[in-house]
């Protein structure tokens, strides 16, 4: 074994993939408070001194015990290039808790009566109880996570975060891209640049971090010399806060809120076991041979410390290891980032940087994001399940305008609530199948998707024993509810137009269920050329 000086904790190539990895925590962070404090007008001062400080927590404890884990299989293995997992924020979910739960939680609080200190300590309870139930969650699936990737379809799981992708982390953030076009644009088309045609830069340094300065400077410079923007104004100077993020049980009392948005977090908290294993088998691929249940549950605490400590995003590794180990990384930038963002929540310098960073500049990384989920959903997906992938798309669509339509600049709360009233002589009332088709979106797609991939693999009676689970989880609301907040319920206290469309939509399963298994029992043929078409895919 090669002696432990060897073994350096910190290399030249450590200094790219702090900035590359500080740039994403950053980003996720940034957009985070532009969406509560610019889309729903949450509080800055609860998103800063809150909501940050624990959230920045994790993503210090996640980076440590990664970089210990590094040190250890370097030690273990006597080489010296072993490169550390990356470990940052969600994406996909933070932004999804954003603009899907705590945006919306936040205004729902404000209309049933409570002042905006009240709605906005609610929302943060919530936050915190959210991270619990999913840290809990990925804590016991880490050890059933080979298990979960057997049952489920690649192309369900892909599908139903690839459709939430296109829709609400492409659509939305390209919205408030453009609400700052010359700004926003130039951003974009950088990051295209950089990301997608791979484009040389005139200086080193990390594209994003880039694309990131030429935004933020186009984007002051512009506005200053009155050419940006309607309304430009600069922030106010942030001060720099003390705030330690000690453990607290009031996530206790926002568990009783995560009630009606566990259709979103149970699937948010099994997409990051998913995607720990696919990149502890990406990280195995490069050459360094992590245990994967090792990288599950040290997200898991991560996630769980944030949430104990305030935090309300949850942490995840990321799948650029190989990146990272390709710029020269091994241990240290992990070590750094850790230390860097989590210092910056307990100091208050993070919440400052995120202040002057805009929503146009940050909007297009979120974007790129969306896009890149997507096409990994039919990339990563045997083609022959392509269709499968599409269809999972569509309940995201059905959600995307109920965000829009439940916003009361848009349509009058008591509008919306009167969803379920009244029928025309030509089926279910529009808004009530969209709300209803909504609600639930990522299980529903997930069941749609498993099914279709079943069929198409001739697995009939499997499709069939799918579509009646999707039958039970309609019945109570977690996937279709027919209340409009989404909440689920049981089954016999509805009443009226509710009560009917539930068991219209959970008999619509049923048939379609029973039908399948009639038709297993004839004699089929066998599925042709399943095995050339993924050579060929």
């Given amino acids: 074994m090669p002696p432990i000086t060897q073994r350096r904790w910190f290399v030249p190539g450590d200094l790219n993939g702090f900035f590359g990895l500080v740039v994403d925590n950053l ?12 889309i729903f007008g949450f509080p800055a001062d609860v ?12 993503v210090l404890i996640g980076n440590l015990i990664y970089t210990w884990m590094a040190h250890r299989l370097a030690r273990e293995s006597g080489r010296s290039d072993v490169t550390a997992m990356p470990l940052g924020l969600d994406a996909p979910t933070s932004i999804g808790m954003a603009l ?63 459709g939430a992708a296109l829709a609400l982390l492409g659509f939305l953030p390209l919205i408030e891209t453009l609400r700052s076009p010359v700004v926003g644009l130039v951003t974009f088309g950088l990051l295209m640049y950089v990301l997608v045609a791979k484009g040389k830069l005139p200086i080193r340094m990390p594209g994003v971090l880039f694309a990131f300065i030429v935004g933020t400077v186009l984007y002051y410079g512009l506005g200053i010399a ?55 088998e990406s990280a195995r691929a490069a050459g360094d041979n992590y245990r994967t249940r090792d990288v599950l549950l040290a997200e898991a605490v991560a996630t769980l410390v ?80 392509a269709l499968a992938v599409a269809l999972a798309f569509l309940p995201s669509v059905a959600y995307l305008l109920v965000i829009k339509l439940g916003n009361p600049a848009w349509i009058a709360p008591d509008r919306f609530a009167a969803l379920y009233e009244g029928v025309d002589g030509h089926g279910l009332p529009d808004l009530a199948t969209i709300v209803t088709l909504g609600n639930g979106f990522i299980i529903t797609a997930m069941i749609w998707s498993t099914a279709l991939v079943a069929m198409i693999d001739h697995r009939f009676r499997r499709a069939a024993v799918v579509l009646l689970i999707g039958a039970v989880l309609t019945l109570f609301g977690f996937i279709h509810s027919v209340d409009p907040r989404g909440s ?50």
């Fill in 27 to 38: 980003s996720i962070l940034g957009f985070i408070s532009a969406a509560l404090i610019g």
């Fill in 47 to 58: 998103v800063f001194t809150r909501m940050f400080p624990g959230t920045a927590f994790g």
């Fill in 100 to 162: 899907l739960v705590l945006g919306p939680a936040f205004v729902a609080f404000k209309q049933q009566g409570m002042d905006e200190a009240a709605a906005a300590n609610a929302t943060w309870q919530l936050g915190m109880a959210s991270l619990v139930v999913m840290g809990l969650l990925k804590l016991v699936l880490s050890f059933f996570g080979d298990a979960i990737t057997r049952a489920v379809p690649r192309a369900a799981l892909l599908g139903s975060i690839g």
């Fill in 226 to 280: 009155g050419l940006g923007t309607p309304g430009f104004k600069l922030p106010d100077a942030a001060p720099l806060r003390f705030t330690l993020p000690l453990p607290t049980l009031q996530f206790l009392d926002g568990l009783p809120y995560t009630v009606p948005y566990l259709p979103l977090l149970l699937p948010f908290g099994l997409l990051m076991v998913v995607g720990g294993i696919n990149v502890s």
């Fill in 306 to 385: 944030a949430g104990f400590c305030g935090g309300v995003a949850q942490t995840t590794p990321y799948i650029g290891q190989p990146a990272y180990k390709h710029m020269g990384a091994r241990m240290g930038y992990t070590l750094l980032t850790g230390l860097f963002i989590g210092l910056g929540g307990i100091f208050g310098y993070v919440s400052g940087l995120v202040q002057w960073l805009p929503i146009a500049v940050l909007a297009p990384i979120i974007v790129y994001v969306g896009m890149d989920i997507t096409v990994q959903a039919f990339h990563d997906s045997p083609r022959r399940h």
């Fill in 488 to 537: 689920i319920y049981w089954p016999w206290m509805l009443d009226g137009l509710r009560r009917a469309i539930a068991w219209q939509f959970a008999g619509a399963y049923v048939a379609l269920a029973v039908l399948l298994g009639l038709l297993s029992l004839q004699r089929q043929s066998p599925p042709e050329h399943l095995e050339s078409t993924d050579r060929a895919h």
